[in-house]
T-cell receptor
Framework: AAGVIQSPRHLIKEKRETATLKCYPI?????VYWYQQGPGQDPQFLIS???????DKGSIPDRFSAQQFSDYHSELNMSSLELGDSALYFC???????????????FGPGTRLTVL | RKEVEQDPGPFNVPEGATVAFNCTYS??????FFWYRQDCRKEPKLLMS???SGNEDGRFTAQLNRASQYISLLIRDSKLSDSATYLC?????????????FGTGTRLLVSP
């Protein structure tokens, strides 16, 4: 079965550079979520999109922005990178059932970002 | 205090043992609950959703106690391949949208 695709899988950047992470959700999933997981920590919710509109916002720094495109893929843009941004960035997707019924989120393999 | 709390472990058990993990959550508005499994440097993978009446999937049994805001996961007949970190995850469904809150995870080590 198709899974969530993330690219790149690994990324090395210098301080103050920018980075763009991409996420392709499972087909027919219209909701995308971004999470950040630092070393030894649990995943922290950053932001989510439903039908190309931002649906919720978590602990996403102002230096980061994200959007969802018409084909439902999403991009996380990170500027003025700091050493502390080094982490695993996961994208997850879920189908939003009619009536807002909850459902499970399925995670991509993540992008490992290292800021030097 | 974290919104979702778990005993970090590690739990060291021999193959074939039964092990139980507990989790408490603070947001009484939480509506859905999950156990995810995460292997080192990999993505969280959904193990099972937790339903109000409790549910079982093979060797895994999940229980929910809404009054006590408590979730549990029982693993019977542990296998070496069960070694991983088990994440208790709570969803506060707001206006139909999900925001998952993860516990810090409980590490399980199953030895021969």
């Amino acid at each position: 079965a198709a899974g969530v695709i993330q690219s790149p899988r690994h990324l090395i950047k210098e301080k103050r550079e920018t980075a763009t992470l991409k996420c392709y959700p499972i087909p027919r999933h219209d909701t995308v979520y971004w999470y950040q997981q630092g070393p030894g920590q649990d995943p922290q919710f950053l932001i989510s999109f439903y039908e190309k509109m931002q649906s919720d916002k978590g602990s996403i720094p102002d230096r980061f922005s994200a959007q969802q495109f018409s084909d439902y893929h999403s991009e996380l843009n990170m500027s003025s990178l700091e050493l502390g941004d080094s982490a695993l960035y996961f994208c997850a997707s879920s189908p939003r059932l009619a009536g807002g019924t909850y459902n499970e989120q399925f995670f991509g393999p993540g992008t490992r970002l290292t800021v030097l | 205090r974290k919104e979702v709390e778990q005993d970090p472990g590690p739990f060291n058990v021999p193959e074939g043992a039964t092990v139980a993990f507990n989790c408490t959550y603070s947001n009484s508005a939480s509506q859905s609950f999950f156990w995810y499994r995460q292997d080192c440097r990999k993505e969280p993978k959904l193990l099972m959703s937790v339903y109000s009446s409790g549910n079982e999937d093979g060797r895994f049994t999940a229980q929910l106690n809404r009054a006590s805001q408590y979730i549990s996961l029982l693993i019977r007949d542990s296998k070496l391949s069960d070694s991983a970190t088990y994440l208790c995850v709570v969803n506060a469904n707001e206006a139909g949208f999900q925001k998952l809150v993860f516990g810090t995870g409980t590490r399980l080590l199953v030895s021969p």
